[in-house]
């Protein structure tokens, strides 16, 4: 596996920002969010009852969430997976915090790291002594920090990429995380590094991202990168602005850390609504950000402005694929909604191993929610799937299980207003069972509150949590929205229809799905066709 060399440039910046006046900024000042695991272990033995609510909100800088309700003494913890890359060993530790704390289970997550449920804080010392002895790390998994930075799932591995990112991933996230530099952002700051020509890491709604990019330069062919900057969801989505440069592999680490200095002292941080990058972005617009960026750099980057944005970059590159190395092959699991066992979990490293060149065993999580085995020799192949599917492990999904994602929703949630996570995986089941007529590729979302974890905006169908009345009860129901998309044609997707009552969503989906089936032109796509279409001819299919 590719690593940061010992070549990597030593970077400091002082800080040189002024906190803001709301309470999250004056609660960094009087204590840095890193400080807080001293109090983590000290909590461990005084018990869920002593613990403050400051540093309760501190508490996120490790991954520590309070569970739904706040006051049931109970935690969500997100783990830290650059690139979601992990050895069999390191799932193995895995596997066992959820059989030992987590109530058996464990949730892939969009950034590609696995979430934990109905952890208490005396358990704490136990697993983050667990997970360092595997070399991982909670911290800055939450936050006002650097969050998991994300990539290709097989960056290195994939026979089409444009640069393999697992150097630059390595470098910059080992010089971000546990750096006092930026562990006080204005908010949270989630970063993309991938090689990927399809753009699967999601360089457009990430806050910097930095995605492969070809040039051709006196005759010759150079890979290296470019760099986007301002994206993100939530309730105010922006779309990320492409700076138009060209980066060499050794400059994306110097390029991260003043881009980080601009987010950390140029951000804004007298309201917390505005405190993203992608405000500072729409303030500044890319013209001016490059501008800075280059002055703290102190030389010009190389000017580009023909870059080709893919056509469809929302997959999961589930499948199985033969490897740029001859003769291996990655193998792709599906999982409804990011829900995974840890018998399943403990299954997948077992069989990581036994059928890998190696017998080390590497395995990637995915940011659709999935997981990919990877170096697998082509004689292996028919004897893992058979194994799969002895297991239940599904390596070759229907179209509809591989386009699912869905946030934590209201099981687990302070957030969210509507329950997602079993939702879709029941939904994922009635849609494979009801509408089965549809073969297409259709991505199905589910975020259960507007901060959008389950990144409703970009998918082809999204729905967001909402509530209505039913004789005088209040029910469960979703706003639907239809037509999102990042890449070439990126776009937000808009509302078609709102409070769809959770029970019939299946049924909704399956209306419009046949109305597009009976009026689509030729081979138009799903996407392009909600596109077209007038929405009262949509909304009068769906009676």
């Not at 680490?253 to 405190?275: E, M, N, Q, T, W």
């Not at 001016?288 to 002055?295: A, D, G, L, S």
């Not at 999961?316 to 003769?327: A, F």
């Amino acid at each position: 596996m590719s690593t940061a060399t010992d070549t990597t440039p030593v970077l400091s910046t002082p800080r040189a920002f002024t906190p803001g006046p709301i309470p999250e900024e004056k609660l960094k000042v009087e204590k840095d969010g890193l400080d807080v695991i001293h109090d983590i272990y000290r909590y461990a033995k005084s018990g869920f009852s002593t613990i403050t609510d400051d540093d309760f909100t501190r508490m996120k800088w490790y991954g520590v969430y309070r569970q739904r309700p706040k006051d049931s003494g109970y935690f969500m913890l997100r783990t830290k997976i650059p690139g979601g890359q992990m050895t069999s060993a390191q799932l193995d530790v895995l596997t066992g915090l959820a059989e030992d704390f987590g109530h058996g289970f464990g949730d892939i997550t969009t950034r590609q790291t696995i979430q934990y449920h109905w952890l208490k804080i005396e358990q704490f010392p136990e697993i983050f002594s667990r997970l360092a002895a595997v070399g991982m790390t909670t911290s800055g998994a939450c936050g006002d920090d650097t969050r998991n930075i994300v990539s290709c799932p097989v960056a290195g591995f994939d026979k089409n990429e444009i640069i393999d990112a697992n150097p630059q991933i390595a470098e910059v996230n080992k010089h971000l995380t546990d750096n006092r530099e930026f562990s006080n952002l204005p908010r949270k700051y989630k970063i993309s590094i991938s090689g990927c020509c399809i753009h699967c890491a999601q360089p457009d709604i990430n806050c910097l991202s930095f995605f492969g990019l070809k040039r051709t330069k006196e005759g010759k062919e150079e890979c290296g990168y470019g760099v986007m900057v301002g994206g993100g969801l939530s309730s105010a989505p922006h779309m990320a602005q492409n700076l138009g440069v060209f980066l060499r592999a050794d400059q994306v680490l110097p390029v991260a850390h003043y881009i980080s200095v601009i987010y950390r002292d140029f951000g804004i941080r007298d309201k917390r609504s505005k405190a993203r990058l992608k405000f500072l972005m729409a303030d500044w617009g890319p013209d001016k950000f490059r501008e800075k960026v280059e002055e703290y750099l102190g030389y010009k980057l190389d000017r580009h402005d023909q870059w080709a944005f893919p056509e469809d970059p929302e997959t999961d590159h589930l499948g199985v694929y033969e490897q740029k190395q001859p003769g291996l092959f990655y193998v792709g699991i599906c999982f409804a909604g990011g829900r995974v066992r840890a018998n399943q979990l403990r299954k997948v490293a077992e069989l990581a191993r036994k059928y890998s060149n190696d017998g080390v065993g590497y395995i990637r999580n995915t940011n659709k929610q999935n997981l990919i085995l990877v170096n697998i020799p082509q004689k292996n192949i028919e004897a893992l799937k058979k194994e799969l599917d002895d297991n239940n492990l599904i390596w070759n999904p229907s179209n509809f299980r591989t386009g699912c994602v869905a946030c934590t929703g209201t099981e687990f949630c302070n957030l969210a207003i509507a329950e997602t996570k079993n939702r879709m995986m029941e939904l994922v089941t009635q849609l494979e069972d009801t509408a089965g007529f549809y073969k297409g590729k259709i991505r199905v979302h589910f975020s259960g509150c507007p901060s959008s974890c389950g990144q409703h905006q970009i998918a082809d169908i999204g729905f967001r949590g909402a509530q209505t009345r039913v004789n005088g009860v209040m029910t469960e129901a979703f706003d639907m929205f239809i037509g999102g998309s990042t890449g070439k044609e990126r776009k937000f997707n808009e509302l078609l229809k709102g409070k769809v009552l959770a029970k019939d969503v299946h049924i909704t989906i399956g209306k419009l799905l046949k109305h597009y089936e009976d009026n689509k032109q030729n081979d138009e796509s799903f996407m392009h066709y909600v596109r077209r279409a007038k929405k009262e001819d949509m909304l009068a299919a769906l009676i």
